[in-house]
Nanobody, 123 residues
Framework: QVQLVESGGGLVQAGGSLRLSCAAS????????MAWFRQAPGKEREFVAR????????AYADSVKGRFTISRDNAQNTVYLQMTSLKPEDTAVYYC????????????????WGQGTQVTVSS
């Protein structure tokens, strides 16, 4: 019922910038937050950034803090990830996810995921 579509990935040189977009469509019971995750070859999926849908509270992984900025457009049901000062280690498939629930510990649960968009940073 909920679809997430990422766009904006591509090839960029180290130190460059890239802006990812994630458009959400469909209906969900709750939209507590939207987030970006990434997964590099041979590595586990890792959290990148999150933004709450109501008050735009943000959180970032330490590895991207100060370089990446997550933002939202509620009217367009879109979340963005502005990436600057990109490093080769940022190379990964970036996934958009919708946090539509919370678990017993109060953590977001991500039940909807996009197909991912490839970001490749050359050295």
């Amino acid at each position: 019922q909920v679809q997430l579509v990422e766009s904006g990935g591509g090839l960029v040189q180290a130190g460059g910038s890239l802006r990812l977009s994630c458009a959400a469509s469909g209906r969900t019971l709750s939209r507590y937050a939207m987030a970006w995750f990434r997964q590099a070859p041979g590595k586990e999926r890792e959290f990148v950034a999150r933004i709450t849908w109501s008050v735009s509270r943000t959180a970032y992984a330490d590895s991207v803090k100060g370089r990446f900025t997550i933002s939202r457009d509620n009217a367009q049901n879109t979340v963005y990830l502005q990436m600057t000062s990109l490093k080769p280690e940022d190379t990964a498939v970036y996934y958009c996810a919708l946090g539509d629930a919370v678990n017993r510990l109060g953590n977001y649960e991500y039940h909807y995921w996009g197909q991912g968009t490839q970001v490749t940073v050359s050295s």
